[in-house]
């Protein structure tokens, strides 16, 4: 077994736990949620969720795994030994484990759009949404580029934590906020735009209805990578001088950055054609856009082929760094508990991925009938365990395990790095607070009601 390595610098570690964050649940999930939920009334919330419920839940990940430096599973098993909290941790890498297996599948949609729009062909397209239909409802081809998504995503994890998640990230998150500062540029500058931009910049209240709060709060959850062990496992290769707050603040600074400059893409490039609604769904960045890129840029097609083929490579950089984050903690358990070396650990976890990933991928095609699950799609039942049940869950157990289980002085010698830097005391009396009451009663309440809609 390979000897345990740390990042090797506060940059990385940063750019890392940001390249986990920022996913496609920012450039894809947000603004199509920001559009669902009524404009800038879903933001405040969702601002809100990340400050109260999701730092705090982010630093407890970075608490248990920088003290520990273990895969999840044996983290808890070190804090809590012969207990039932040690559930937590087998949650975590089997939940990333499952969220991988139909990222990847958009992950890969994202990749045909990347190359469709470098070779010119996203400006053909007549009917944008008769052509995703057709070609997520195909057999090969959505099945090719997942794998191919998968194989660079395992090249990655394989090299290990310095020379592949490190180097990666380091590479590919610099890029990735440059081309979302030249989009945005881009976006404001096409007639029409201030309309997307007021959406997005004035908030109607009268759209706040408690699901649209449980929605914020459910995108905070996910966009953050909250709960599935992917923040625990990076922290576990944090070094001793990483300060936690301050990583976990400007983590989800850059997220929610990322997010909402997503929608000052999306929106203004939106409503500058006509004919096109902003709550247009989950189809907004496949089949709403190619449609805006192809009619806007009309007259200007070189124009319109960059801004497409930039804003697809953004896309797969963002669902890149995060499907790392989601392979590495099944990865290190494997890795850790049953001492192998990392590259069959790696190979398992694709393999594996590979061939439930085929069922969640013909989920649009061959197998869209094939639900027998509680009526639901291979591909949407995934989605709906991993993101609807387990997160939550794994909210909630995280937080009662920090606030009520965990040593205080564990919490306290992490916060303060051993007593080195000062942390006011009321900062974590805060901290505590929302981790032991807010916390499990406002999840708590989300959880019961989305089972109550099952
Ligand atoms: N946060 C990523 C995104 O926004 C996805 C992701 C990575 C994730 N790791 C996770 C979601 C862990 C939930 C849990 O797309």
């Known amino acids: 077994m390979e000897k345990r390595k740390n990042f090797s610098s506060k940059l990385g570690i940063v750019l890392a736990s940001a390249g986990s964050a920022v996913g496609l649940g ?32 982010m630093v407890s990940e970075f608490i248990i795994g920088r003290y520990t430096h273990k895969n999840t599973a044996d983290a808890y098993r070190q804090l809590a030994p012969r207990s039932g909290w040690i559930a937590q941790g087998y949650l975590g890498v089997f939940t990333s484990w499952f969220i991988l297996c139909y990222y990847s599948v958009v992950a890969g949609w994202t990749m045909k759009y990347l190359v469709e729009a470098i070779v010119g062909g996203l400006s053909e397209i007549s009917d944008s949404s008769a052509y995703f239909a057709a070609f997520s409802g195909s057999t090969w081809e959505p099945l090719v580029y997942m794998t191919v998504v998968m194989l660079l995503c395992h090249l990655v994890i394989i090299r290990g934590v310095q020379s592949g998640i490190e180097r990666s990230s ?33 908030p109607d209240l009268s759209k706040l209805t408690s699901s649209v709060i449980l929605s914020a709060m459910g995108q905070a959850f ?7 062990g992917c923040l625990c496992t990076y922290a576990s290769y944090f070094t001793d001088d990483a300060r936690l707050v301050k990583t976990a603040g400007s983590v989800a600074a850059i997220d929610t950055t990322v997010a909402i400059m997503s929608g000052f893409i999306m929106f203004p490039a939106v409503f500058s054609v006509e004919a096109v609604t902003p709550d247009a769904g989950p189809g907004l960045v496949f089949i709403t856009l190619p449609h805006v890129f192809s009619i806007a840029f009309g007259n200007v097609p070189l124009l319109g082929w960059f801004f497409s083929v930039m804003f ?12 790392v984050s989601i392979h590495e903690p099944p990865t290190a358990f494997l890795l850790e508990h049953f001492k192998l070396s990392r590259p069959v650990a790696t190979t398992i976890v694709t393999v594996v991925c590979l061939c439930v990933g085929v069922l969640c991928c013909l989920s649009f095609g061959p197998l869209a009938d094939c639900r027998p699950l509680f009526g639901l799609t291979f591909f949407d039942f995934f989605d709906f365990v991993s993101a609807k049940i387990f997160l939550p869950l794994g909210g909630i157990i995280i937080s009662l395990f920090v606030g009520w289980r965990l040593d205080r002085d564990i919490v306290v010698s992490q916060l303060t790095n051993n007593g080195s830097l000062h942390i006011p005391a009321w900062f974590i009396a805060a901290f505590i607070f929302l981790l032991r009451w807010l916390i499990p009663l406002a999840v708590g309440g989300i959880f019961i009601r989305e089972l109550g809609l099952i």
Do not use: Q
Not at 312 to 323: I, N, Q
């Open 312 to 323: 697809y490579l953004l896309l797969l950089l963002a669902a890149l760094t995060s499907m």
């Open 170 to 202: 380091k590479l590919m998150m610099p890029l990735l906020l440059l081309i979302i500062a030249m989009l945005v540029v881009f976006s404001f500058s096409m007639p029409g735009s201030s309309a997307g931009l007021t959406f997005l910049l004035k």
């Open 26 to 57: 920012n450039v894809w999930r947000f603004p199509t949620e920001v559009g669902e939920g009524g404009g800038a009334a879903f933001i405040l919330v969702y601002v809100l969720c990340v400050v109260l419920l999701g730092l705090p839940l």
């Open 222 to 228: 996910f966009s953050l990578s909250i709960a599935m």
